[in-house]
């Protein structure tokens, strides 16, 4: 039998916007609107690991790089994952 992971009570405060969004959606899938939270914070955090990896992927390229040509490109893709430029 597998162990059910502990549970912790948040309390999060939304804006109406979004709590909309949050509620439709949960409705779309016939699930809790605590369900759809907890899968989108999830979401969120796969993709803000995946986006760490990227930019690490892509500064171990730029340090192997020879091409002056593939240097600039490597350097702008990183300048946009940390500025957003």
Excluded: H, Y
Excluded at 32 to 46: K, Q
Excluded at 68 to 77: D, H, I, V, Y
């Amino acid at each position: 039998m597998a162990k059910r992971e502990r549970v912790v009570r948040q309390s999060v405060s939304l804006p109406p916007r979004v709590a909309n969004r949050v509620r439709a959606l949960a409705q779309k899938s016939r699930a809790s609107s605590n369900r759809v939270l907890v899968d989108l914070i999830e979401a969120g955090l796969e993709s803000k690991e995946a986006e760490k990896q990227r930019f690490f992927e892509l500064a171990d390229r730029l340090t192997e790089c020879d091409d002056p040509e593939e240097k600039r490109r490597l350097k702008k893709e990183l300048a946009r994952l940390t500025f957003g430029i």
